[in-house]
């Protein structure tokens, strides 16, 4: 009971906990700690929104038909994806600023800055946000009718994800520049391209795409998503025991398509005319 | 913080989106609240297993030691609604919004795999597709007033000019247009026959005027025309029938069908056909009797069109029998046409006479079951 309780806490807490610990790194690696004031408020509206709705969901007679619902965790999911793979990028070109010594120049893809960094810290925990307030409130529920097992489960297994996504931090901060963004960038694409799964069968759920029951592969005996492995799998890629067909695709397509992108050598000046040699 | 206000608009347009999917009353079994469902590692009790279309409220309690899911499926295992993420000793709600009566399943899936516990859910009702339904039914009506209102008036036309000959004594003229009256009688039959004692005034065979009542109306003038020539009150009859055809088509402006009424005229008039037109009984005189066959299959088929859409939607294979057999009697009927005049019904050979009692047998047999499709 609490250790079932902690794994779904775990993994509603992992994605948006490792987004945000790479970002935070990721400004204070490269001297931009004062884009950081952008990061709290983004989680802090999202967890205050997440919690509001939550309520009324829970204490009202207010409700989110089911297809609103996936369409909202759908959209969201795309949109969340669209803002990782804009990061990655501005990771990419923001690193070979810093690399070539250019430090005190504001690169313009800097300046998307502080409503990007906001907008994605929002969107990284906002996504999941309304799915956990509402579980969040059947365990507070379920407490006062005296079983705390489940609140008390929940609650340490998003502590052990912000743990975890603390060490992530840690640890990255430790490495050096190139070798930090390339790691973090290759994490941060498959965490996209699962999001990006993840949206798109949201939507067949909500039967606003087709091909629900069409499986690419049904792991659901190998890797199962309430073993701690397929929590983590969960939490950190996204990965369903049961992957359609259309998921799948957009997965493969989505890495094949921005993993090289991303990882492509920037000997060449690329669109901006700073010429940059790294430290690689 | 400047930033209060921006979460706040962000919490207002949620609220405003989850109060737009309604502030509903949960309607939920028989019993009204909540639907219970116990799911277990092994097990998914559902408490009720029908509801009333609209809101409907299950509360999932898991008491198995695994995650579990709860879903509501339509079928073809499309989601109506789900709730992930029940933890073990957790009660989650689930209120999905089904707004179409029919089959549904229910399913826990304890471990959060597989196709899961699976139960069946009925759904009965439906505010919204019972005005539909009703939309369609009085369509149905009024398109087969229309058809009567067109029957009615070439019915008066006709009568006149029939009537006209007989009192001008100008008995082939009356001869020729005596069967062409009729079918405009023949088709809406149903319909007079709503009217008491105006029928037998009108319609009467001389086989069945009771002792005491006068021989009156289209039969009485065909014993006159074919049989016994016109007699000394053959101008009095057609004024009579002229009056009581008026009187019949004023009163049927009036009448109030419904679905059912179409549904049982139409099997009515096939009834007629079985029993009296078969027999050839109908037109002793003048062998007219396929004419009337043929109106009152006209006029079956006129009230199964109106009703086409009612039943195409709730029983399509019964409209798919019924079309077929239509035009099968209909192919029968052809047969026996010469031009525009049917053969006398003395002419036809006792074979094709079974043959034709036996399909109208075998349009009948669907037609009996409109009334329910309709009614239900």
């Not at chain 2, 400047?2 to 737009?20: D, E, H, M, N, Q």
Request: proline letters at 3%; glycine letters at 8%; a negative charge.
């Amino acid at each position: 009971m609490l250790l079932s309780s902690a794994l779904i806490g775990l993994r509603e807490g992992l994605e948006a906990a490792l987004v945000v610990s790479i970002l935070v790194a990721f400004l204070v690696k490269t001297e931009r700690r004062h884009a950081l004031r952008w990061v709290w408020p983004g989680i802090g509206a999202a967890v205050v929104l997440s919690v509001a709705v939550g309520a009324i969901l829970t204490y009202t007679t207010a409700q989110l038909s089911f297809e609103h619902q996936e369409l909202l965790g759908g959209g969201l999911s795309i949109i969340a994806v669209a803002f990782v793979t804009v990061m990655i990028f501005w990771m990419r070109k923001a690193s070979r600023t810093i690399a070539a010594e250019l430090r005190g120049k504001m690169d313009e893809a800097i300046t998307v800055g502080p409503l990007a960094v906001l907008l994605l810290s929002f969107l990284a925990v906002g996504r999941e946000g309304l799915e956990t307030a509402v579980f969040f409130y059947s365990t507070v529920q379920t407490a006062q009718q005296g079983t705390t097992e489940p609140l008390i489960g929940f609650a340490a297994g998003i502590l052990v994800a912000v743990a975890l996504a603390y060490l992530l931090y840690r640890g990255a901060v430790r490495f050096d520049l190139g070798k930090f963004f390339k790691i973090t960038g290759v994490l941060l694409v498959f965490v996209a391209a699962g999001v990006l799964g993840y949206g798109l069968h949201d939507l067949q759920e909500a039967a606003f795409l087709p091909g629900l029951t069409t499986l690419a592969f049904d792991a659901s005996n190998t890797i199962p998503e309430t073993s701690w492995y397929g929590v983590l799998l969960k939490g950190i890629f996204n990965y369903s025991q049961q992957t359609t067909v259309l998921q799948a695709v957009a997965w493969v397509a989505y890495v094949a398509i921005v993993l090289p992108l991303f990882l492509r050598p920037t000997r060449k000046p690329a669109p901006a005319p700073a010429v940059a040699s790294t430290k690689e | 913080m400047s930033r209060i206000p921006l979460v706040l608009a962000g919490v207002g347009l949620l609220a405003a989106v989850a109060a737009c999917d309604g502030q509903k009353q949960d309607t939920a079994g028989a019993a009204g609240g909540p639907i219970a469902v116990e799911a277990a590692d092994d097990a998914c009790k559902v408490s009720a297993t029908t509801a009333n279309a609209g809101t409907v409220t299950f509360e999932i309690a898991n008491k198995g030691t695994k995650v579990t899911e709860f879903y509501l499926y339509a079928e073809g295992d499309r989601i109506m609604g789900e709730v992930e993420n029940i933890a073990p000793g957790l009660n989650r709600r689930l209120i999905v919004e089904v707004p179409e009566a029919g089959k549904y399943q229910t399913a826990c899936k304890p471990g959060m795999v597989g196709t899961g516990i699976r139960g069946d859910f009925a759904v009965t009702g439906g505010a919204q597709r019972q005005s539909d339904a009703n939309a369609k039914l009085a369509e149905a009506t009024k398109g087969y007033a229309a058809y009567i209102a067109n029957q009615t008036t070439a019915l008066v036309e006709q009568t006149q000019k029939f009537v006209d000959a007989v009192k001008a004594r100008n008995v082939d003229d009356a001869k020729s247009r005596y069967a062409n009256t009729r079918v405009y009688y023949e088709r809406i039959e149903p319909v007079a026959e709503k009217f008491g004692d105006l029928d037998p005034q009108i319609d009467a065979r001389e086989a069945d005027v009771e002792s005491g009542q006068r021989f009156t109306g289209f039969h009485r003038l065909e014993k006159d025309l074919w049989v016994s020539g016109l007699q000394s009150d053959s101008g009095q009859i057609a004024d009579k029938l002229m009056t009581d055809v008026r009187t019949l088509v004023e009163k049927s402006k009036t009448l109030q069908l419904s679905a059912v009424d179409l549904a049982n005229g139409a099997k009515g008039l096939l009834d007629e056909v079985a029993t009296r037109k078969i027999t050839g009984e109908e037109e002793t005189f003048s062998h007219t009797d396929l004419s009337d066959f043929q109106a009152n299959v006209d006029g079956s088929k006129a009230a199964i069109a109106a009703l086409r859409p009612v039943v195409q939607e709730r029983d399509p294979a019964l409209l798919t029998t019924l079309d077929k057999e239509f035009a099968n009697v209909d192919g029968l009927l052809a047969k026996q046409r010469q031009g525009d005049v049917f053969k006398l019904y003395t002419a036809l050979s006792q074979e094709q006479i079974k043959e034709f009692a036996s399909a109208v047998d075998s349009l009948g047999e669907p037609l009996s079951k409109v009334a329910e499709v309709v009614s239900k």
